[in-house]
C-alpha cells in the first residue's frame, strides 16, 4: 500500500527524525486533513486504532464493547469518568507495620514512617500498574500518565509516600478535567512543593525553581512565541512565597510572614500586568489566582497544551501545516471552554486529522504501552499456581505488578520516576522523539519480554503465575481452526500497520502448519485439541505453533509502532 512509504514500517528507521518540526520532504508529509469531524469508514482498522491511542494496547473486550457504537459514541465513552479506584494497600508485612497497618488494608491515611516509606512508594506504583492493566474502557490512566509526564515529579526527590500518593491522586481527579484549576492544585501541593523547592520560597530567599518550570514547561511552553522574561521568572516566584507544607496534616499552607507583599510587575508579553501584593492570610491564594489568569489568558498557554497532547496522542512531527491546520484550532477550543481538557480531546480524537492513515502506525510504543499493553491485548492477569488454585494474597498480587513495572523501568520508563521535570525525553527530545525508546539494549529487552510472555513458563513468583494463555487467546477470534483466518485476526489486532499476503502466509506455513503448505496441518491439530481437550499431546501441539507465530510477530519491528 502507498501510506507505507509515507511513514516508518520499522522500528528503528530514523529517517523523519531531521525533520522533527519542520516543512518535512516529498512523501514523508503529514496529513492535510484538520480538526473536521471524520466521515469516512468506521471499521476495524479505526476502532484499533483509536483503542491503541488512547489505551495500553487493545483490550479484545474494548474492541467488541465498542463494534455497535458509532465513533462519537465510543469517543464519549472514553471520556466518561470512572469512579475512583480504591487505594493501594499494605503488600509489604505479613503483620501489622509500623504504624499500625494491617496487610490488606491501606496505608494512604496512615502517618508516614521511614522504615516503610519505601515499602509504600512501592506499593504505590505496582498499585498504578494494576490500574492501567483492569480499568475498563476509558481514557483515564493514560491521561493520569500524560499529568504525570507534564507535571512530572520524582518519587526519590519527594521521598515521602504520603505526598507521592495525594499527588498522583490529584493528577487522576482531573485527568479529563480543567487544566487551569490542576495547574493551580498543582502550585499548592505538598509533593510538587516539595519537589521543586516552593516550601522554601520566601521573601528573605526567593526560589525561582517552580517559577521558571511553571511558565517554561507547565503553562506557555518554550514555542517560537513564548517571550516571557527573566524578571517574569523572578516575579512569579515573589508571588508564590509564603507556601508550607504541614508535615503532621500533610497538607500544604500559606505563611503570610514568610511572603512578598510588593507589587509584582511581569514583562510585555503579559501586558505589562501587575499583580498587586497582599498581606494577610489569603495573601497567597489571591496572588496565585491572579498570576494564573495572567498566564492563562495568554494563548500561548492553550498552544504548549495543543502540542503536548498531539505529540502524545497523534505524532512527534509538528509542521507549518499541523500547527496551522490542527494546534491553532485545537488550542481555540481549549481556550473556549476555559481549559477543559474533555472538550479538546473529543475534538481530536473525533478528526480527520487523527484518523487520516498517514496517522496511524507512525507511533513508536512506549515501555508502558508495551508492557501493560500486552497484558491488556492478551486479557492475562496474575494467577495462582496452587492446586487448587488459591486466592491470591496482596503481596503475590502486587509482586506481579511490581514485575512489570520493572520491566517497563529496564525499557527506560520508570512510573513514578521521571528523568527530570522535563518529563521523558522521549515526549519532547529534538530530533527523535519517542524514537530514542528504542536502542541496542531496549529492543532485545523489549523482545525477551514478549517472549517470555507468551512461552509456557511466562514469570512466576510466590506461586503466582503471568503468562499468556495463547488456546484462549486464539479461541476469541471467530475462526481459529482456519490458519489463513487466524494470522490474518491476529496481524489485524497486534499490528497498527498492514503487512503483505506474502509475509502473513510465510508466517502461516512456518508456524501453524510446521513448514507445510496445507493449511489442514493446522486445521486437524486444532480440531484434534478442541474434541480431546485432556489430550496432552494434541494440546501441546497447538500451542508450540502459536507459540511460534506470537513470537515470530512480537519481535518484527511492526509490533513496536501504534
Known amino acids: ?81 470512572p469512579p475512583l479506584p ?48 483492569t480499568l475498563p474502557l476509558s481514557l483515564r490512566e493514560k491521561m493520569t500518565l500524560f499529568w504525570h509526564n507534564h507535571f512530572a515529579t520524582e518519587t526519590p526527590i519527594i521521598d515521602n509516600s504520603r505526598y507521592i500518593y495525594d499527588h498522583h491522586a490529584l493528577l487522576r481527579q482531573y485527568a479529563l478535567g480543567n487544566f487551569k484549576e490542576l495547574t493551580k492544585k498543582v ?67 500559606f ?11 511581569f514583562s510585555s508579553f503579559y501586558g505589562s500586568t501587575v499583580i498587586t501584593g497582599r498581606t494577610g492570610t489569603t495573601a497567597g491564594e489571591l496572588e496565585l489566582n491572579d498570576l494564573l489568569t495572567m498566564i492563562f489568558s495568554n494563548e500561548e498557554t492553550a498552544k504548549h497544551l495543543a502540542r503536548k497532547l498531539y505529540r502524545f496522542f497523534v505524532y512527534y512531527v509538528i509542521d507549518a501545516g499541523v500547527e496551522q491546520n490542527v494546534i491553532t484550532p485545537l488550542a481555540q477550543i481549549i481556550r473556549q471552554n476555559n481549559y477543559e481538557i474533555a472538550p479538546a480531546l ?14 496511524m502506525g507512525c507511533i513508536i510504543k512506549s515501555p508502558l504501552d508495551v508492557t501493560i499493553g500486552l497484558c491488556r491485548e492478551f486479557g492475562i492477569n496474575a494467577v495462582s499456581t496452587a492446586a487448587p488454585p488459591a486466592v491470591l494474597t496482596p503481596a503475590q498480587t502486587y509482586g506481579i505488578w511490581e514485575y512489570l513495572r520493572n520491566q517497563a523501568s529496564a525499557l527506560q520508563q520508570h512510573v513514578g520516576e521521571p528523568p527530570s521535570v522535563a518529563g521523558w525525553p522521549a515526549y519532547y527530545q529534538e530530533p527523535l522523539f519517542y524514537e530514542i525508546w528504542i536502542n541496542a539494549d531496549t529492543l532485545p529487552k523489549r523482545n525477551a519480554f514478549s517472549d517470555a510472555m507468551v512461552t509456557s513458563s511466562g514469570y512466576t513468583r510466590s506461586s503466582t503465575r503471568l503468562v499468556v494463555d495463547v488456546i484462549a487467546y486464539a479461541k476469541r477470534f471467530p475462526s481459529p481452526s482456519d490458519p489463513t ?31 507445510q503448505s496445507s493449511d489442514h496441518y493446522w486445521t486437524d491439530a486444532w480440531n484434534l485439541h478442541i474434541a480431546n481437550p485432556s489430550d496432552t499431546a494434541a494440546k501441546n501441539a ?15 519491528a511492526e509490533y513496536q509502532l501504534a
Do not use: C
Open 1 to 81: 500500500m502507498i501510506r507505507q512509504k509515507k511513514y516508518p514500517t520499522a522500528a528503528l528507521d530514523a529517517v523523519q527524525t531531521e525533520y522533527a518540526n519542520r516543512s518535512l520532504p516529498t512523501g514523508l508529509e503529514r496529513p492535510a486533513a484538520g480538526l473536521e469531524p471524520y466521515t469516512g469508514p468506521w471499521g476495524e482498522e479505526q476502532m484499533l486504532h483509536l483503542l491503541r491511542r488512547t489505551t495500553f494496547g487493545v483490550s479484545l473486550s474494548d474492541l467488541a464493547a465498542i463494534r455497535t457504537k458509532s465513533l462519537s459514541e465510543t469517543v464519549a465513552q472514553l471520556l466518561i469518568v
Open 86 to 133: 480504591d487505594p493501594p494497600v499494605n503488600h509489604y508485612s505479613t503483620t501489622a507495620d509500623p504504624t499500625g497497618v494491617l496487610p490488606g488494608a491501606t496505608w494512604v491515611t496512615a502517618v508516614y514512617n521511614s522504615t516503610v516509606n519505601g515499602s509504600r512508594t512501592a506499593s504505590w506504583k505496582a498499585w498504578w500498574i494494576n490500574e492501567m492493566i
Open 187 to 253: 502550585t499548592t501541593d505538598p509533593g510538587m512543593l516539595r519537589y521543586l523547592n516552593g516550601n522554601a520560597n520566601t521573601k528573605s530567599a526567593p526560589d525561582e525553581n517552580y517559577g521558571r518550570e511553571l511558565q517554561e514547561l507547565f503553562t506557555i511552553g518554550k514555542g517560537a512565541d513564548s517571550h516571557y522574561t527573566e524578571d517574569d521568572v523572578k516575579n512569579a516566584a515573589r508571588v508564590l512565597t509564603g507556601w508550607r507544607i504541614n508535615g503532621t496534616t500533610y497538607t500544604s499552607y
Open 255 to 265: 505563611d503570610s510572614t514568610r511572603h512578598d507583599t510588593g507589587n509584582k510587575t
Open 346 to 359: 473529543s475534538a481530536l480524537f473525533n478528526s480527520a486529522h487523527f484518523f487520516d492513515p498517514l496517522s
Open 485 to 515: 483466518a487466524l494470522v490474518n485476526d491476529i496481524v489485524r489486532h497486534l499490528y497498527a500497520i498492514p503487512i503483505s499476503d506474502s509475509l502473513k502466509t510465510s508466517l502461516k506455513m512456518s508456524s501453524l502448519l510446521s513448514g
Open 542 to 556: 497447538v500451542i508450540t505453533r502459536l507459540q511460534s507465530l506470537l513470537k515470530a510477530l512480537m519481535n518484527a
